[in-house]
Each structure stands twice: as structure tokens, then as C-alpha cells.
């Protein structure tokens, strides 16, 4: 079992998004960089656990899910009608990959990227190292674990 962390503006699609799917699930679609792609095509399983996060203007983790398959061709790089589409991207030759994903848990509060500086248990966190910017990394288990302690507690200012 393995842990990551996957960003999204939540103006394209949040968490409240997730938890209004079907059942709660969705394909995690539109990686465009390939080392992500990478993770999302040979890295996660199904049963992984996944920390959701609003990137923009206020960056913040907001919540948990849970990975339901795992990776398979980005449909969405073959549609000329979709913001995702990639010419180059084809059925018998797919370039980008996706996985689907299941809401879990939304935070009582959101645990800010500003918050998550200040934590020496965070410190060799990937996301917080600079120039990190990808859509989709690992993180480990006790980080995981602690922005959900983080996320379930009352914190000044929330």
C-alpha cells in the first residue's frame, strides 16, 4: 500500500465534486507530465490512499481518497472536443494514463500549504521542496498520516 498526494484547481474539480460523483468515484484524468504519468501508469494500486489538494490561490489539502483501479489509457487525450487532448495520444498507442478514485474523508478544515511549512515532520516532503510542481507525487506514510491528524483537529485561525 502506498500514499500520494494528487493536486487540483478546485475550479475544475474539488473535492465537493468527488463526493458528488456516483458512489463517490471518479477517473483522476489530464496528467500532462510524465512523471506523474509514470505514477498514475506503473506506481499506483488500487487500495493506495490518496490526499486531495486544492492548488491555487489558496493551496491547501482538503480531504482523502482512496484509489479503486488502477491505471488505464486517459480516454480523454483521444477526444479533439476535450482540454485534455493530446493528437499524439492514441487507442493503440496511449501516451497518458489515469486511475479512478474514491471520496473518503473532507477535512473539518483545510490544511493550508503555509501551515504545512511550519512542521518539522513535513520537512522532506515533496511537495514542499522548491520547484515541486507535479500533479501527482508520493508521500509517505507518516506524512499521510499526519496531515489527516492535522486535518480532523481544530487549529487556530480554523
Partial sequence: MKYWLMKSEP???SIDDLMACPDGIEHW???RNYQ????????????????????GKLPAVVGTATVVRNGYPDYT?????????DPKSTPDNP??????IRFE??????????????FPELARMQLLKKGMRLSVQPVT??????????????RPGN
Fill in 36 to 55: 506523474s504519468r509514470n505514477f498514475l501508469r506503473d506506481g499506483i494500486q488500487e487500495g493506495d490512499f490518496v490526499l486531495f489538494y486544492h492548488s
Fill in 29 to 31: 484524468d489530464g496528467v
Fill in 77 to 85: 487525450a483521444w477526444d479533439p472536443q476535450s482540454e485534455h487532448f
Fill in 105 to 118: 474523508t473532507r477535512f473539518d478544515a483545510p490544511v493550508p500549504l503555509i501551515e504545512l511549512r511550519q
Fill in 141 to 154: 506514510r507518516s506524512e499521510f498520516d499526519f496531515i489527516v491528524a492535522l486535518g480532523r483537529a481544530t
Fill in 11 to 13: 475550479t475544475s474539480f
Fill in 95 to 100: 501516451i497518458w494514463y489515469m486511475v479512478d
